[in-house]
DNA sequence: CGATACATGTAACCGGTTACATGATTTT
DNA sequence: AAAATCATGTAACCGGTTACATGTATCG
């Protein structure tokens, strides 16, 4: 297992993968075309990172030769690869999270799908929910008392306001999305 | 003038110095005890960051020996820097900025104040409200249609959801912050 | 006086960006 | 056949992270 600390990137790609076997090329495409840009990026960052994660042995690369001359790399999880997904799955929103690394929660989330319980994925998505309301109060306290918005210039004022409201719609996103996962559950119940 | 392309480490560094000299131990402080938190960081970005500005004579260091044995490097704008720093604070949000630089736009906001007209603040929120609709118009026809829903997982629907969302809370934010705006514009003309 | 916090850095490592290279396949 | 596009990379550069180094003021 090792010291699995992976990039985000990273953790995009195993996730990415885990999907299905997939080339670079593959994943390049995924990741020029949907809202994953976020994370990469340009050829130069993808193939590195995915034999980097070959030589760690989290990956393994399949050479199809079948229908072209150059072979292209067709890359799937090994079974280390599907433990380290499984266990940055597991891992909950930090504090730390919130403020710096993009996007690394929702990217979480949604890998979680079919490689997490329901009730996993619940829990992650409270244990993120009391985060950001702790966050949010932290930040309320310390910078909305009168005295301090009296002294802070109004870009200052609508900035920070821009922060937390976009907090507070994530608390709202969260609360609809344990909402349907629910309701999905009920519904696969009543079909039993 | 040379190629300014900064980092948006950088453009912060700039725009807090902007707002008075300070030494690298201040900014360090308020980097670590304000939502500017998300840009940066340690002290070993913060020094190299603070010496490659003065080295581009974006900055300049006074040294301060009035109380201290130790010397502290005091740093305030050069006319460069300021010119630098208006010039950035003058480009307006791009898509690929909603996508990837992670908060340039809002601290380009927030350093507006009192460097940049009313009329232009105004201007840039709009520009930028216009690109957000534009980028949500374009996620939701491309993936918000039924076909595309009917096939993809509800974690993928959830996250993409989670986005748009985002993008659209900053819509209501920028509209809010039109309107303040607007309001301490209207407040200003009245006490003539 | 010793310990802790203040204050300013430096150096190694590493990953992402940019730009280029190369060959294969498809289009004009 | 030439041009464009597909597909897979490589190499240089550069900035951020981590961890360490060092010295100064402050507090018990």
Redesign the pocket.
């Known amino acids: 297992m090792a010291k699995s600390e992976l990039?985000?990137?990273?953790y995009a790609l195993l996730g990415l993968v885990s999907t299905g076997p997939m080339?670079?090329?593959?994943v390049?495409?995924v990741f020029a075309t949907t809202p994953l840009a976020h994370f990469?990026?340009?050829?130069?960052?993808i193939?590195?990172?995915?034999?980097?994660l070959e030589r760690r042995g989290l990956l393994q690369a399949a050479l199809d030769r079948t229908t072209?001359?150059?072979p292209?790399?067709v890359f799937s999880l090994t079974p280390d690869g599907e433990a380290a997904l499984d266990i940055w799955l597991r891992q909950s929103v930090t504090r730390e999270e919130l403020v710096?690394t993009t996007g690394a929660s929702i990217l979480r989330f949604s890998l979680m799908g079919g490689r997490l319980s329901d009730t996993e994925v619940v829990a992650y998505l409270q244990g993120w929910r009391a985060e950001l309301e702790a966050y949010v109060a932290e930040l309320r306290a310390r910078w909305t008392t009168t005295e301090a918005q009296a002294q802070m210039p109004l870009h200052a004022k609508l900035a920070l306001e821009n922060g937390l409201q976009g907090f507070e719609g994530e608390v709202r996103w969260i609360d609809d999305a344990i909402e349907q996962l629910r309701r999905r559950g009920r519904k696969a119940q009543a079909r039993r």
Request: proline fraction near 7%.
């Open positions: 990039t985000t990137l990273e080339s670079g090329y593959d390049h495409k990469s990026s340009s050829p130069g960052a193939y590195p990172a995915l034999r980097r072209e001359t150059r292209r790399r710096s």
